[in-house]
């Protein structure tokens, strides 16, 4: 990096032969040649220490932008979208005055390197987007993915990314209410830590990251800033993982909850009181990121004096308070009349709050130091005028004789006896067992409006304490189903979270997503990238539900092994009533069972053919989005009318683990009975989408059989809700304890 | 007329909008207090809430104490002014010598949130009137630095005395000796409990309980009959 002399404009302009690190900053050649051509002479260190992490793939989107497009062009209309993709988070309007705003993001890269600030990061970066669009955060979820179960690494992982998001949600008082957690040894050496945050707001309330009015003030508040996190978005998050570079335990940033628990608090008093023109968060790429966006979305230029920002650590050069991703930091943009009070604020709250600069007439970010001029860019090439790719893609050389390799003709059960022990083996299984040993070590109740949490089917918040007023979010994905098939297995990810969010008997009303790739310079992942984003944006439209914002992690491989394309999606729906929502457990004995929807032999890519077969081949279950739509329909009214005491999608694990799921929950158990035209194995295994298992009081049977008749949902009554086991009849009984051991012992015993 | 019950608001403080919201549903009148201010407003009860106060990197509790709205509580409770510690208020009630014993981390070493099943032991504080003794009650609990010590004298004092408030039931969540859960001082007007009964106070929200209502009920009864 620059020594003496300062590398001002000046300077850069004088000494045009100077080489600069740029390949060492994750810049390629043509990238540095690109600013080259813009600047019309080289760049000064603190502008290429600007560019580099803002044109990393982390922060600029260069190799999914050509592909993320889709969500704009196919967005289906939608009168609920108040802010779209493009803002920190997308903005939703669920009625009474209310919006909300969610979001999810990935914190993998940092999580492997270092698990507990990784993830704990992680939680903190996505709830200052959400304070940044002007909200009151009111919940987080965290969707997990993890190597083998009894990997010794993923005991060195799991563990700590777990106490991570505890450690750091907790302490800002934000109540947990979903995610997953899934074990597959594909994510052994890049586990996926994606993070979802939910604010409320009043409409009025929306606010944007752009810097506008000349004169007015730019204001730096929160932590000091230091040298940790420097390269995250470019160095770390953006590049494979790869044995023989230097660690890069150093690019991970280091959290402080309690500082942002400061920072949220301040930050809403502030908004109370109507004191912000703009305001955009400092995550990855810190500085270079607020600055050039907040100037680049107003209508004119910034001046900033870096000598102002309060430092950790005196001896950081310029270019390193640039680049540094220390957490807990937020920039405002403030009329010049109401500065004082916004520091008075800060003051109360015992945050650091220093005017930085201001916002010009002209079009340029200026940046000075020590006096001398360092930086002077149009911030729209910084922000937004990156380079964009079209990666080469093509569908890989493999992707038949996977789908060949049909897990329809596996060996199935031939007795009684083996189904059961097959059922009782994938209960037990990590990926179906109970997460209750993770999820007990996070907050659910703080706030006091959790109406639904984990291992709810979805998370649900009440927002208006007169009116009843809830949201409801899920988050789904399946690598193996996207594996198989990225096109239908991102379908059936959306699918499953707005049936889950259904389920509960909210409606769906948009989506946010986190889409997890392996390295974007490999084809075949490019191919896998594109068909999961066509998928997904297809389906969104058919469905009505637009996508409103998320995040890309790509470079989720060890060397040339990607993980499982896995984009996982997260749907947020709104109920107009809270005491209407459905909850998964059994309620009252006698109550009777439906299942809604068809049940197909389709057993591509599901937990049988991993838990009895490790196997992974064929064709992912069939997607059927008007069928989606219409379950979800009946799932709402019923809920809304009293119709059903408690209902569970049917996804991984299929019928069974729903109904022991929701046996176990409820302390009740259950008679089943084959339906006509199907075997034992496929009504118990298979994982059809579309579906659904209900508990029907008898008063209701009537009205809610009449319901599905007429707007034509196969239902069909699969027994009753009754005694202390789940029977099969005909095929074998399962007391409760037997399955509460089997389900609830696995993770304690791998884990703890 | 109604009570004035002040809910503390520390730096960290996480639970102050929930209690609260329970004091208002119980029927009293929640005032808001600020750590930096030594001024009670002149309310009737004082509630220190859950969070981590401070950020609680010291010791949980231990920061909270010397503030300058903790030197009128500690004042003014000596007199009989009726204060409930939960969670992180119980740390801050031991930290300031209102209640006996210490509070460490939890044995299991982590965090730990769950449904917890109690048992009402003393139904005479200001705080439990509204239970009977030997009541069975579900409150959440949720810590990482739950775990009730104190020395043996202090612990045979407190069961001869009766000052046991509750007790875990079926499982002991973080090593508190004695199955200890909460406790009260000699007059029974300051009461520490380490689960939450702001969050068991709507049949809706949470567990689906409402068996921590019965403390605002309790103090309420109190106050305005008093």
Redesign the interface.
Known sequence: MSKTPLDTVEHAAETPDVELPWAELGLKKDEYERILGILGRRPTGAELAMYSVMWSEHCSYKSSKVHLRQFGEKAPQSDALLVGIGENAGVVDVGQGYAVTFKVESHNHPSYVEPYQGAATGVGGIVRDIIAMGARPVAVVDPLRFGAADHPDTKRVLPGVVAGIGGYGNCLGLPNIGGEVVFDACYQGNPLVNAGCVGVMRHEDIHLAKASGAGNKVILYGARTGGDGIGGASILASETFDDAKPSKRPAVQVGDPFQEKLLIECTLEAFQEKLVVGIQDLGAAGLSCATSELASNGSGGMRVTLDDVPLRDSTLSPEEILMSESQERMCAVVEPDKVDRFLEICDKWDVIATVIGEVTDGDRLEIYWHGGKIVDVDPRTVAHDGPVYERPYARPSWQDELQSDDANKLPRPATSEELKDQVLKLVASPNQASKSWITSQYDHFVQGNTVLAQPEDSGMIRIDEESGLGVALATDGNGRYAKLDPYAGAQLALAEAYRNVATTGAKPLAVSDCLNFGSPEDPAVMWQFAEAVRGLADACQQLGTPVTGGNVSLYNQTGEAAIHPTPVVAVLGVIDDVARRTPVAFQEEGQLLYLLGDTREEFGGSAWSQVVHDHLGGLPPQVDLERERLLAEILISASRDGMIDSAHDLSDGGLIQAVVESALLGGKGARLVVPDGLDAFTFLLSESAGRAVVAVPRSEEVRFNDMCGARGLPVTRIGVVDGDAVEVQGEFTLTLDELRTAHEGTIPALLA | MTARIGVVTF??S??D??TQ??IRIAGAEPVALWHKDKDLKQVDAVVLC???S????LRAGAIARFSPVMETIIEQAKSGLPVLGICNGFQILTEAHLLPGAMLGND?L?????DQRLRVENATTSWTSDYSEGQEIHI?L?N?DGRYVADERTLDMLEAEGRVAFRYLDFNPNGSLNDIAGITNEAGNVVGLMP?P??A??P????GRTDGLPFFTSILKKLVTA
Not at chain 2, 110 to 114: A, T
Not at chain 2, 204 to 207: A, S
């Open positions: 730096p960290g996480l639970d909008r929930d919201r329970a859950g969070g981590f401070y950020g609680d990197y299991h982590h965090f730990i949130c769950r959440p949720k990482m939450h702001e969050h106070v709507e809706l929200i949470g567990t």
